[in-house]
Antibody, heavy 120, light 108 residues
Framework: QVQLQESGPGLVKPSETLSLTCTVSGGSISNYYWNWIRQPPGKGLEWIGYIYYSGNTDYNPSLKSRVTITVDTSKNQFSLNLSSVTAADTAVYFC??????????????WGQGRLVTVSS | EIVLTQSPGTLSLSPGERATLSCRASQSVTSRYLAWYQQKPGQAPRLLIYGASTRATDIPDRFSGSGSGTDFTLTISRLEPEDFAVYYCQQYRSSPRTFGQGTKVEIK
């Protein structure tokens, strides 16, 4: 059974960089697209971006200038960096598995989520 | 960007009743790349339906999806107590991936 677990600071100061890591267990990170999604408190879901295990990325244009997603296949991990954060970036951040290489699929496995609060 | 609009915002029903949730896209969702998720408080979303009508692994057959083009529907044939939650539709064909704003199914 594939499992995902987010880790990283739960509190980030305004203007600093939010950094989270997602560790994948129970399966290989290879041959899949890996996603970050966020959800502000009491609101809906917003897709942040994905990375393919080979390193190709795609980001939401609304966040593209501030987002970097990287992958470390040796550790079965992928990471999110979001720079210049403001209070509007306060949210639960989820990592999720997307499509395999051979077919287009939605997000079938999700982490439990990590609440990140932006505050001084 | 494909905008997904869900209706109604809230659905108040009793256990055993039928729930019908709608998701309308601002442009055609090609190849029916439309999914439905269920989210309960404090939990991650759970994939229910993909390809507009295919149930994900271990999803009960009281959940069904239909539709094509710009209009999609999630039906819960007989509500069980554990089905009261928020439901989101999502398109996963075009970038950026987008979600609807959610429909809350609450106990009447």
């Amino acid at each position: 059974q594939v499992q995902l677990q987010e880790s990283g600071p739960g509190l980030v100061k305004p203007s600093e960089t939010l950094s989270l890591t997602c560790t994948v267990s129970g399966g290989s990170i290879s041959n899949y697209y890996w996603n970050w999604i966020r959800q502000p408190p009491g609101k809906g879901l917003e897709w942040i971006g994905y990375i393919y295990y080979s390193g190709n990325t795609d980001y939401n244009p609304s966040l593209k200038s501030r987002v970097t997603i990287t992958v470390d296949t040796s550790k079965n991990q992928f990471s999110l960096n979001l720079s210049s954060v403001t209070a509007a970036d306060t949210a639960v951040y989820f990592c999720a598995r997307g499509s395999p290489a051979w077919v287009t699929r939605p997000f079938d496995y999700w982490g439990q989520g990590r609440l990140v609060t932006v505050s001084s | 960007e494909i905008v997904l609009t869900q209706s109604p915002g809230t659905l108040s029903l009793s256990p055993g009743e039928r729930a019908t949730l709608s998701c309308r896209a601002s442009q055609s969702v090609t190849s029916r790349y439309l999914a439905w998720y269920q989210q309960k408080p404090g939990q991650a979303p759970r994939l229910l339906i993909y390809g507009a009508s295919t149930r994900a692994t271990d999803i009960p057959d009281r959940f069904s999806g239909s539709g094509s083009g710009t209009d999609f529907t999630l039906t819960i044939s007989r509500l069980e107590p554990e089905d009261f939650a928020v439901y989101y539709c999502q398109q996963y064909r075009s970038s950026p991936r987008t979600f609807g704003q959610g429909t809350k199914v609450e106990i009447k």
